[in-house]
């Protein structure tokens, strides 16, 4: 077992998804400098092969996979002819830190497969490309594993687009996307229309729901989609597939089955079940795999995220599933290893592309902690009171939810809710009045749990769990209890008038204390309307602060600003999303960190992220800010949030059994304690 | 569960069914007078009411709109138990729903409430042309099985109050007023405490 990929234990004993928290990035090890600033661009020599044989890549989906599995098998037959020893020419340091960071945490020996394309954009038609499939002890972490370097020339069929690429999304919107629909991976509509007020928020543009269902790996729609995502089972029977009938990709799932049992047990010697391939890359293109029992999950894209943010969207993708089915659906595997899963799943494919949806906005998705929506302390209170008085009957969670922000939340004794569980219930659409059966994969992954639903208003909404299939009408007479309370503490129309002013505005970030009148911590919500919002129309906030994302350790819980007019659009939100993406798994890079501050600066922002033992702060500066006075904007923002604390986080009530754990470990490890832990120094 | 009380009756009525039916359909048409062209699928299930007026009394219905993809099958007793009535629907265009319908009346017949008020409806009447399921095949089943039987149409809103009212008038015959509460509940409390005295 490699230390670099601990599974840190969860209260209820169930692992912590090695997702983008406390996972290795290897891939961004090239392009950050720990502990400095750095005006790298994103694209760091790690993503691009430094082979000198320029292998022109830029190919279909189906072609990567037919060369793939020809390569692979090359490999298998002509183990002679090909096997080299030590690695081969083509690999770079940063392959061979790949293979060791990426080792299986759950396999004794690991196979990393790396597929080297390298991009050319000129040429078109003539392709080859070197696979190499790389083995090593995990535990030894030495370099002496079996290497194969396989060269294999492939006719591609070239696309009809006018670009060579298969994938016109590598090359931003082309003519042959725009042709085939509105996959919000491929062509991102900018309306003018839809930016109202300076602040959109990008979810508000999406249409739930599978759309290209005529589509199959033989279209070239299909192919061209930017992202991928595959649920399969161990026979390779497609279970979900994010573009296309999953009927039609049967072939192709088996393809990717075949991938990863010839893995797992295909070829080489002796004892090496347990291998796993964890990752593909192909040009632009990472396949990312998640092996899950009997159940497969695979992405392929070209969007550029991080492996460890895939790894971390495949992860919530399975949970969703054992969310709507839990995990005793293992059980069908054991019985009849040709299960067919996809009955079971019918009618959920909008669940699911609903969480692929909010893979591209909602930070929650990597950031692991959940939001709440402002609210007055008082007011957050007596919602939490009467929530507390129905847990004490009998239900186990009680959830009052404002779209993905929490208003409040209670469990009952010892029960302890994960924020990926709270994102994935969220997630889980139910309408009007509903009581459905759930599984929380965090809390229980084995059992069924009832929940009740009631929407409250359009976007307000009550959950209570339970665990007894027949306390439909108790929770029935919860909720109108609840709501009769909530009507008249006036806690609604308080919820209703958060979501149309919105938290934390950049333009309202104090400038100093002292020239600003009154309060120098003022309340959310309480700015005059002709605030100072207008001295800076069109640049965020002072010294170019365009947006700010604060997560608190301790509470599990995450505050970002509303978005402002310089990232006004869904386009641009997305991008700055991706952008906090990639960070996040740069600063969490277990090989080289974690990195307690990053400067870095590119041609869309400047991004200054800071992360403590209390908390982590990422934001978003205008590119030409400058350094020392983004720096300082920083330190106000920190106090800001720390002066309206109790208003834009949940207190007190941690639903979250282990969090007197960690306060108690933090500090032992680390005797400064407090919120803000001494500020960031010039 | 069907409750009387000064001419009132609560009535718990479940609609079973294959995916797609158009069970939520049919339940949109008859409490908000609407229909969608792309009704999300149902997860879980959801919950309704509305009340009617028949003759001089009313019938509240609480009605479980449940989803009818198989994983919940093993769920829908928890829905069915109890229940006054059940509407059985299957889409005229699919003769695998109409098969999925005979498995739950069936179900139902084995399982539920014997006094319960059964209906069968062939949703989607709209789509003549399409039609794969014969009306006289429907009617001759639900005669054998004393079911009620009529086509109906969600979006053209043809027969969805009907059924509901043909139910609520054929409630109270069906629940006679000496035994007013839930059959089950009380089943299981003399079951409860048959077992109860067989550990003492």
């Known amino acids: 077992m490699l230390p670099k990929c601990p599974i840190v234990p969860r209260a209820n004993g169930y692992p912590i998804v090695p997702g983008a928290c406390g996972f290795p990035s290897p891939m961004a090890s090239d392009s950050v400098s720990p502990s400095s600033s750095s005006d790298s661009a994103y694209d760091s020599a790690a993503y691009q092969n430094p082979n000198p044989n320029p292998n022109p890549s ?33 690999v770079n340091e940063g392959d061979i830190v790949d293979a060791n960071v990426l080792a299986s945490e759950e396999s004794d020996r690991t196979v990393m497969v790396e597929v080297d394309v390298r991009e050319e954009e000129e040429e078109e038609v003539q392709r080859s490309e070197a696979v190499v499939v790389e083995e090593r002890e995990t535990g030894g972490g030495g370099g002496e594993g079996e290497v194969w370097r396989v060269n294999s020339e492939l006719e591609v069929d070239a696309p009809d687009s006018p670009n060579s690429s298969g994938y016109a999304g590598e090359r931003g919107t082309s003519s042959a996307s725009s042709a085939c629909g509105t996959g919000e991976d491929d062509i991102c509509q900018v309306r003018d229309g839809d930016f109202v007020n300076g602040v959109v928020e990008s979810q508000a543009v999406w249409i739930p729901g599978k759309r290209h269902v005529d589509e199959d790996d033989a279209s070239m729609s299909w192919r061209q989609r930017k992202k991928h995502f595959f649920i399969l089972s161990h026979s390779g029977k497609p279970i979900y597939s994010r573009h296309g009938d999953e009927h039609k990709l049967a072939g192709f799932s088996a393809t990717l089955q075949a991938i990863i049992s010839f893995v797992e047990n295909g070829y080489a010697d002796e004892a090496n079940n347990g291998d796993r391939v964890k990752l593909v890359r192909a040009g632009k293109h990472q396949v990312v795999f998640l092996v899950k029992g009997p159940i497969y999950l695979v992405c392929i894209s070209c969007t550029e995220e991080p492996f460890e943010s895939l790894r971390g969207q495949l992860e919530l993708l399975y949970g969703q599933m054992i969310l709507i089915l839990t995990k005793s659906v293992n059980r069908c595997f054991e019985k009849n290893p040709k299960f067919d899963m996809t009955p079971l799943l019918g009618g959920t494919d909008v669940v699911f592309s609903s969480l692929i949806h909010s893979f591209n906005w909602n930070p929650a998705t990597f950031l692991h902690a959940y939001t709440c929506l402002p609210l007055a302390y008082p007011t957050r ?250 720096i300082r904007t920083c330190n106000r923002v920190c106090q800001w949030v720390k002066d309206v604390e109790n208003e834009i986080f949940l207190l007190g009530a941690s639903p979250f059994s282990w969090w007197g754990k960690r306060i108690e470990k933090c500090f032992a490890e680390w005797p400064v304690g407090g919120l803000i832990a001494g500020h960031l120094r010039l | 569960m069907a409750t009387i009380g000064h001419n009132n009756l609560n009535a718990k009525l479940v609609l079973l069914g294959d995916m797609g039916a158009g069970k939520s359909s049919l339940v949109l048409r008859f409490v908000k007078g609407q229909f969608l062209e ?57 003769a695998e729903s109409f098969a999925r319908a005979k ?75 000496q035994n007013p509460a839930g059959m089950v509940l009380v089943d299981r409390q003399t079951d409860g405490s048959r077992a109860s005295t067989c550990c003492s």
């Open chain 2, 38 to 94: 792309f009704q999300e699928s149902t997860i879980g299930a959801a919950f309704f009411s509305q009340t009617l007026a028949v003759n001089d009394a009313t019938v509240k219905f609480e009605i479980w709109d449940t989803a009818g993809q198989e994983r919940y099958h093993s769920l829908a007793p928890m829905y069915y138990r109890g229940a006054a009535a059940a509407i059985i629907v299957y889409d005229i265009t699919s």
């Open chain 1, 381 to 630: 209170q007596a919602a939490g009171a009467i929530l507390q008085d129905v847990a004490d009957s009998g239900v186990l969670f009680a959830i009052l939810m404002c779209k993905h922000k929490v208003v409040s939340l209670v469990g009952a004794q010892k029960a302890s809710l994960h924020p990926d569980d709270m994102l994935l219930l969220s997630n889980f659409v139910m309408t009007s009045e509903s009581f459905s059966p759930i599984c929380l994969p965090r809390y229980n992954p084995m059992a069924f749990l009832y929940a009740y639903v009631h929407y409250l208003d359009a976007n307000t909404y009550l959950m209570l769990l339970t665990t007894s299939s027949d306390a439909f009408y108790h929770l029935k007479e919860c909720r109108l209890h609840i709501e009769a309370v909530l009507l008249k503490s006036n806690v609604l129309s308080e919820v209703q008038r958060s979501m149309l002013d919105g938290g934390m505005h950049v333009e309202d970030v104090p400038v100093d204390p002292s020239p600003r009148s009154g309060s120098a911590s003022p309340h959310l919500g309480q700015h005059s309307p002709e605030r100072v919002r207008e001295a800076y129309t069109g640049t965020g906030g002072p010294c170019g602060l365009w947006h700010f994302m604060y997560r608190s350790i301790y509470l599990d819980q995450y505050v970002s600003s509303e978005f402002s007019s310089p990232i006004g659009t869904p386009k641009q939100q997305k991008r700055l999303h991706r952008a906090y993406q990639k960070i996040y798994a740069s600063m969490h890079d277990k090989g080289f960190g974690p990195h307690r501050t990053q400067f870095r600066r590119d041609e869309n922002y400047v991004l200054l992220c800071w992360v403590t033992q209390d908390f982590e702060l990422y934001a978003a500066f205008d590119p030409l800010a400058d350094k020392a006075l983004a």
């Open chain 1, 58 to 90: 830029d190919k279909p989906i189906n072609a990567i996979d037919g060369q793939l599995m020809s390569s692979l098998v090359l490999a298998d037959s002509t183990d002679s002819v090909n096997h080299e020893e030590g690695p081969p020419s083509s």
């Open chain 2, 103 to 177: 498995k739950w009346v069936q179900e139902l017949q084995k399982q539920g409430n014997p006094n319960m008020v059964m209906a069968l409806a062939g949703n989607k009447a709209d789509l003549e042309e399409r039609r794969c399921v014969p009306a006289e095949d429907a009617r001759a089943y639900a005669e054998e099985n004393g079911l009620f039987f009529v086509e109906t149409s969600a979006k053209t809103a043809q027969n969805v109050n009907e059924i509901f009212y043909e139910i609520a008038k054929k409630l109270p015959r069906a629940q006679p007023p």
